[in-house]
């Protein structure tokens, strides 16, 4: 059974960071892309960022860019979402997300076959 365990979330001051991490576990990701979404109260789920498998291409939505770093570590299976100079507008679930098929990283949620259970993001003003 395929899980994804996102952890790493809390309560943080503006300005602040916090670094999330998504283990996986059931099968290996290595050669899929991975990437990180977010739901605010009465919003719909939207993408953060994103990874190729090796690493070597990100994407990210234009209000983390720059401050947000998404990253992998392949032999550990995880991916991890830096996040730096935090607003009270990042305030979200965070949500892992895998692909069973694709390699190349995606804005598109519906390329992402695997999603965590969500961890909680508050970031006060």
């Known amino acids: 059974q395929v899980q994804l365990v996102e952890s790493g979330g809390g309560l943080v001051q503006a300005g602040g960071s916090l670094r999330l991490s998504c283990a996986a576990s059931?099968?290996?990701?290595?050669?899929?892309?991975m990437g990180w979404f977010r739901q605010a109260p009465g919003k719909e789920r939207e993408f953060v960022a994103a990874?190729?498998?090796?690493?070597?291409?990100?994407y990210y939505a234009d209000s983390v860019k720059d401050r947000f770093t998404i990253s992998r570590d392949n032999a550990k299976n995880t991916v991890y979402l830096q996040m730096n100079s935090l607003k009270p507008e990042d305030t979200a679930v965070y949500y892992c997300a895998a692909s069973s098929q694709f390699s190349s990283p995606s804005r598109l949620a519906v390329r992402y076959d695997y999603w965590g259970q969500g961890t909680q993001v508050t970031v006060s003003s």
């Open positions: 990874i190729m498998w090796s690493g070597g291409t990100t």
């Open positions: 059931g099968r290996t990701f290595n050669n899929n892309a």
